[in-house]
C-alpha cells in the first residue's frame, strides 16, 4: 500500500484554484467545523498559534474528516521541526521566512528520504504510515510530499528567481503582512509600492513554473489575485470570522432591541 494521494499538490501542479483557510484558534472543533464547510485546504498555523505536536494531530483527524486538505505551517524551517510533522501526517508544508534558494533546497531535502534527502526513517512506528498499515510509506512518501515556502521579506523577493527554480518547491506563498513591515509599510499592504511588489512576484513566479500562494481577507481582492495567477489562496482566518460574527449578531440585536424594557433591571 502507497502513501495517501495528495490532491493539493496534484491540483496546484495543474494550475487549480484552490481556496483555503487559516486556522489559528486552536480548537480542534473549530477545525472539524472548517474541514466540513468545503474550503480545498485548511491551515494549521504552528507558526503564530497554539499548536504542539499532539495538538496537531489531532487537528489533522479533524479536517480528514470532512475531506479538507491539510497544510501545516511549521513554526520554523528546521530539519527536526519539519521531521516530527511529517511523522504526524501532514503531507504540505508551508515554511516561512525562506529567503534564499541554499534555505529552500534545504527545506525540500528535509521531507524526502534518502537518497533524495535527509528525512530520518521512522514513519513505521508514526501516525503517517498509520503506525506502519502503510506498508510502502517510506518508498512512496517523497513523491506525494507539498512543499510550499514562504517569500516575506525583500531579500526573498530579489532571491525570488533562484527560490522558484529550487526542484522539489511546489508553490511560493507571498506573506504580505512580513513583506509589507520590511518594506517600511507595516500594516499597511495596500500601500502602492508593495501592491506592485507582490504583483510582480507573483508573475515571476508563474514565468518560473511554480504555483503562487497569498492570503487576503478582503474579498475585494480575490478576482485580482486569480486574474494574477494565484492558486493557492487563503481567504480569511477562523478567529478573525468568529470575531467578524460575534460583532454583528451582537451589533443586530441590539439595533433590533433598543428601547426595550429589561426585566429585573
Known amino acids: 500500500m502507497p502513501a495517501p494521494h495528495n490532491r493539493l499538490k496534484t491540483a496546484l501542479k495543474s494550475g487549480q484554484m484552490q481556496i483555503g483557510l487559516w486556522l489559528n484558534s486552536g480548537s480542534a472543533l473549530v477545525s472539524e467545523v472548517a474541514g466540513a464547510a468545503g474550503f480545498d485546504w485548511c491551515l494549521l498555523d504552528a507558526e503564530h498559534a497554539p499548536y504542539d505536536p499532539a495538538a496537531l494531530a489531532d487537528h489533522l483527524r479533524a479536517l480528514e474528516l470532512g475531506g479538507t486538505s491539510a497544510v501545516v505551517r511549521v513554526p520554523v524551517g528546521e530539519e527536526w521541526v519539519i521531521k516530527q510533522v511529517l511523522d504526524l501526517g501532514a503531507q504540505t508544508l508551508l515554511v516561512p521566512m525562506v529567503d534564499t534558494a541554499a534555505q529552500a533546497a534545504e527545506?525540500?531535502?528535509?521531507?524526502?528520504?534518502?537518497?533524495?534527502?535527509?528525512?530520518?526513517?521512522?514513519?513505521?512506528?508514526?501516525?503517517?504510515?498509520?503506525?506502519?498499515?502503510?506498508?510502502?510509506?517510506?518508498?512512496?512518501?517523497?513523491?506525494?510530499?507539498?512543499?510550499?515556502?514562504?517569500?516575506?521579506?525583500?531579500?526573498?523577493?530579489?532571491?525570488?528567481?533562484?527560490?522558484?527554480?529550487?526542484?522539489?518547491?511546489?508553490?511560493?506563498?507571498?506573506?504580505?503582512?512580513?513583506?509589507?513591515?520590511?518594506?517600511?509599510?507595516?500594516?499597511?499592504?495596500?500601500?502602492?509600492?508593495?501592491?506592485?511588489?507582490?504583483?510582480?512576484?507573483?508573475?515571476?513566479?508563474?514565468?518560473?513554473?511554480?504555483?503562487?500562494?497569498?492570503?487576503?481577507?478582503?474579498?475585494?481582492?480575490?478576482?485580482?489575485?486569480?486574474?494574477?495567477?494565484?492558486?493557492?489562496?487563503?481567504?480569511?482566518?477562523?478567529?478573525?470570522?468568529?470575531?467578524?460574527?460575534?460583532?454583528?449578531?451582537?451589533?443586530?440585536?441590539?439595533?433590533?432591541?433598543t428601547g426595550s424594557a429589561s426585566p429585573g433591571r
Open 107 to 257: 527545506v525540500v531535502r528535509a521531507t524526502r528520504y534518502a537518497p533524495q534527502g535527509r528525512r530520518g526513517v521512522g514513519a513505521a512506528l508514526a501516525r503517517a504510515s498509520g503506525y506502519g498499515q502503510v506498508a510502502d510509506y517510506i518508498t512512496t512518501a517523497n513523491a506525494e510530499i507539498g512543499v510550499i515556502v514562504q517569500a516575506e521579506t525583500r531579500r526573498a523577493i530579489a532571491n525570488l528567481d533562484e527560490i522558484v527554480a529550487v526542484d522539489g518547491v511546489d508553490c511560493v506563498f507571498i506573506g504580505p503582512a512580513d513583506l509589507s513591515a520590511d518594506m517600511g509599510y507595516p500594516g499597511d499592504l495596500g500601500a502602492p509600492e508593495v501592491v506592485e511588489t507582490i504583483a510582480n512576484a507573483v508573475r515571476r513566479i508563474r514565468a518560473g513554473g511554480k504555483a503562487v500562494g497569498i492570503i487576503d481577507f478582503d474579498p475585494a481582492s480575490f478576482a485580482r489575485y486569480a486574474d494574477l495567477g494565484v492558486t493557492f489562496l487563503g481567504i480569511g482566518a477562523d478567529v478573525s470570522l468568529l470575531r467578524g460574527a460575534f460583532v454583528n449578531a451582537l451589533a443586530a440585536a441590539r439595533a433590533t432591541t
